[in-house]
Nanobody
C-alpha cells in the first residue's frame, strides 16, 4: 500500500508558474517497489488525462499540450515527484492528481486544484 499526498496547487494568472509536489509513503517494500510516477489532471467536465510521467530510471513522457512548459522530476531518496509548470494557460485549469505504479497496481493522491485565470 502506498499513500500519495499532493501539495502546491492554487490560483495563478495566465503566463505564471506553479510547482506541484507529491510525497509517497508506505511500507519500505512498497515504496522501493514504485515504478513509474506521474501527474494526471481532470479539467472541469472532462476525463482524467496524463500530463507527465517519469520512470525509476528517469525516462519522461509529456502530453503534447504541456511539452516545453512543464517539467517533471523525481527524488527517489525522498520518495517525491514534482511538476514545475511554467507559462500556464487557462486550459491548464484542472484538478491535478499524483499517481504511482507498484507491481501493476496504481495509487492516486487526493488531488490538488490548479486554477489559471486571465
Amino acid at each position: 500500500q502506498v499513500q500519495l499526498v499532493e501539495s502546491g496547487g492554487g490560483l495563478v494568472h495566465t503566463g505564471g508558474s506553479l510547482a506541484l509536489s507529491c510525497a509517497a509513503s508506505g511500507s519500505f517494500f512498497s515504496i522501493n517497489a514504485i515504478d513509474t510516477m506521474g501527474w494526471y489532471r481532470q479539467p472541469p467536465g472532462r476525463q482524467r488525462e496524463l500530463v507527465a510521467s517519469i520512470t525509476r530510471g528517469g525516462s519522461t513522457i509529456y502530453a503534447d499540450s504541456v511539452k516545453g512548459r512543464f517539467t517533471i522530476s523525481r527524488d527517489r531518496a525522498k520518495n517525491t515527484v514534482s511538476l514545475q509548470m511554467n507559462s500556464l494557460k487557462r486550459e491548464d485549469t484542472a484538478v491535478y492528481y499524483c499517481n504511482a505504479a507498484v507491481f501493476g497496481s496504481r495509487y492516486w493522491g487526493q488531488g490538488t486544484q490548479v486554477t489559471v485565470s486571465s
